[in-house]
């Protein structure tokens, strides 16, 4: 009897111990997944940051760019392919406001700008002068990893949340959407709204607001709307109302 009960005390051991390493095994488990999910928060949020350093220096150099060559220049977002890049004209260009077609009053490069244009030109029949063109340009601080001209990947698993600028009758979230700058120092209005791919949360997000007279771009966080100043103190580009680059 008595060997009996020890070797009931024995199996007894046994699964307390058993239970005991799978207690101890999930524990583990748990902070390993803790320690991943909160690594691959601060890697993205890293990403998003030198997603919109990136932005903010193109601004710059497009801006740099338009007066030096006294050539107009526009940058190009891509909201499907996620990517960026510079163009320039060799014409004079003028946007036209409340613009449904992305371009501005540009010649149309995709399908859907097209078709908005043979829309646009069926309601409005008449003699029209010749839109001006863009093409693509590799420019010292702006161009693909390879040094070439051509797109500029946001960066993994980050995307264009919306984009609007000064023309555009409303935001923009897919397509493309241009913004233009003139020789003498000049730019659209801009918002461009940064996020991860894998977030809808409005605290996931970062906005650059690019200031028309001198180009300074604003970081802020969260979404910020594209708003069209109503009097002086709200159209000054003095005024600071945030982070600047």
Same mark, same amino acid.
């Given at each position: 009897?008595?060997?009996?009960?020890?070797?009931?005390?024995?199996?007894?051991?046994?699964?307390?111990?058993?239970?005991?390493?799978?207690?101890?095994?999930?524990?583990?488990?748990?902070?390993?997944?803790?320690?991943?999910?909160?690594?691959?928060?601060?890697?993205?949020?890293?990403?998003?940051?030198?997603?919109?350093?990136?932005?903010?220096?193109?601004?710059?150099?497009?801006?740099?760019?338009?007066?030096?060559?006294?050539?107009?220049?526009?940058?190009?977002?891509?909201?499907?392919?996620?990517?960026?890049?510079?163009?320039?004209?060799?014409? &004079? @260009?003028?946007?036209?406001?409340? !613009?449904? +077609?992305? $371009?501005?009053?540009? %010649?149309?490069? /995709?399908?859907?700008?097209?078709?908005?244009?043979?829309?646009?030109?069926?309601?409005?029949?008449?003699?029209?002068?010749?839109?001006?063109?863009?093409?693509?340009?590799?420019?010292?601080?702006?161009?693909?990893?390879?040094?070439?001209?051509?797109?500029?990947?946001?960066?993994?698993?980050?995307?264009?949340?919306?984009?609007?600028?000064?023309?555009?009758?409303?935001?923009?979230?897919?397509?493309?959407?241009?913004?233009?700058?003139?020789?003498?120092?000049?730019?659209?209005?801009?918002?461009?709204?940064?996020? &991860? @791919?894998?977030?809808?949360?409005? !605290?996931? +997000?970062? $906005?650059?607001?690019? %200031?028309?007279? /001198?180009?300074?771009?604003?970081?802020?966080?969260?979404?910020?709307?594209?708003?069209?100043?109503?009097?002086?103190?709200?159209?000054?580009?003095?005024?600071?109302?945030?982070?600047?680059?």
């Amino acid at each position: 009897m008595a060997g009996l009960g020890a070797s009931r005390a024995g199996r007894s051991s046994e699964r307390g111990l058993t239970l005991l390493e799978i207690m101890i095994v999930m524990l583990l488990m748990g902070l390993m997944m803790g320690v991943m999910i909160f690594g691959t928060g601060q890697l993205t949020a890293s990403r998003l940051k030198r997603a919109t350093t990136m932005v903010a220096g193109a601004v710059r150099v497009a801006f740099t760019r338009a007066t030096a060559t006294s050539k107009s220049q526009r940058l190009v977002f891509d909201l499907d392919e996620q990517s960026l890049w510079l163009e320039e004209s060799d014409g &004079p @260009m003028l946007v036209q406001s409340k !613009d449904t +077609t992305a $371009t501005g009053g540009a %010649a149309a490069v /995709t399908a859907a700008e097209r078709a908005a244009f043979q829309e646009s030109d069926r309601i409005l029949q008449g003699p029209r002068p010749p839109k001006p063109s863009y093409h693509a340009v590799e420019t010292l601080g702006f161009s693909s990893e390879t040094g070439a001209r051509g797109p500029r990947p946001l960066g993994r698993g980050l995307r264009f949340r919306e984009v609007q600028t000064e023309h555009d009758d409303e935001p923009r979230n897919k397509g493309r959407a241009y913004l233009y700058f003139w020789p003498g120092g000049q730019t659209e209005r801009a918002s461009i709204e940064l996020a &991860p @791919m894998s977030s809808t949360l409005d !605290d996931d +997000t970062l $906005t650059l607001s690019v %200031a028309p007279l /001198t180009g300074k771009v604003t970081i802020k966080n969260g979404p910020v709307p594209l708003t069209i100043p109503t009097d002086d103190e709200t159209a000054s580009d003095r005024v600071d109302r945030g982070g600047a680059f």
